[in-house]
């Protein structure tokens, strides 16, 4: 088992790739910590992996309140005593909102949940990391990380940021044992798309029919990259990117 005695805390895995990120780690042995803002959710996914003879606990989360990404920490140290794993995967749409047709809503939103929180969260859990010798840091970017035209203004912008915010990080404390990597999930049958993969003629549809898999990915496919990189055998791998998409964007 890759993740036997490792605890890890996964955002955003009530659904899509965090449940299936989370319920992967359990199943290779790791203590897992499921984030989300929904309780029913949440318990359900705890229920499942506790079934599958895994081991983990639900803590509702708002990951843009300082004060509840306190709580998750607390929770998880007083519950397990470490952190060795944080999957920075919480992150909302939004709209395909031009700058001249985005509020200051939409961008606060999308920018505080998918590039400040995770900021904050790994403000928080490296000096445990370091102080316990290490540890892995996962963080579900996107294909809007690279390129234009894949989302709207704010959500391409915050996956940019993500992506530098990536490397920086790694960067900064690859020497103390902190590595720290990103995946950029190509289109994924999960809630956040669902509406898009419903129309046959929609162009991100037409465009997966021209990708080399010519299909939609699945929440699993992307968990067992975030897997890889969470585990030794990624052990001299830093700041790195890897697309899991298909194929969709080489084209």
Known sequence: MRFRDKVAIVTGSTKGIGRATAELLAAEGARVV????????????????KAAGGEAFFQKTDVTSGEALDALIKAAVDAYKKVDILVNNAGVGGSLANMDQITDEEWDKVLSTNLTAPFQMMRRVIPLMEKNGGGVIVNVASMASTGAGRGGIAYTTAKHGFLGLTRQVALDHGHSGIRVNAVMPGPIDTQMIARILSMPQHPVNMKIKMSPSGRPGQPEEVAKAIAFLASDESSYIHGAALAVDGGYTIF
């Not at 029913?40 to 499942?48: D, P, R, Y």
Request: hydrophobic share 40%; aromatic share 0%; proline share 0%.
């Open 34 to 49: 499921v984030v989300g803002t929904t309780e029913e959710a949440g318990k359900e996914v705890v229920s499942g992996i």
